[in-house]
């Protein structure tokens, strides 16, 4: 076989191999048989989304459901799973005074709901959140 053969089947496998990957990859982002409008994160086997404007966690395989906000009446900018793994952080859009809008810092328990959330300022809320 010809050098150039064989470079041209090790492209081949390699560029298969890494479609596999992005395939793979991308199935975590793709609004799946449980439905939702926004994907915010993932923490091994859990995904955090936005659906119907509140925030949930699931399970990969969409059979563990948690619904962490309850007021779909107020907008949620961002969400993310603490660096650490023991905090669900988001942020909501709340009216300030006249017509400006105000964010809102919240950290909840994993396991909690929003019963449960704490008001943090924007500075905590980057000191807990990955890659911030």
Request: net charge negative; with cysteine.
């Amino acid at each position: 076989m010809s050098k150039k053969v064989i470079f041209f089947l090790f492209f081949l496998c390699s560029s298969a191999a890494s479609y596999a990957a992005v395939e793979d990859v991308s199935s975590l982002y793709s609004k799946n048989e449980v439905g939702y409008d926004k994907f915010f994160d993932v923490q091994d086997e859990y995904r955090l989304v936005l659906k119907d404007n509140d925030l949930y966690v699931f399970d990969m395989n969409g059979m563990d459901k948690r619904r962490i906000t309850h007021n779909p009446k107020i907008n949620k900018q961002e969400a993310s799973f603490s660096k650490d793994r023991s905090f669900i952080l988001y942020v909501e859009e709340a009216q300030g005074s006249g017509t400006s809008k105000e964010l809102k810092y919240y950290r909840v328990e994993f396991t909690g709901d929003d019963n449960s959330r704490i008001l943090i300022s924007s500075d905590e809320y980057a000191a807990l959140a990955k890659g911030k």
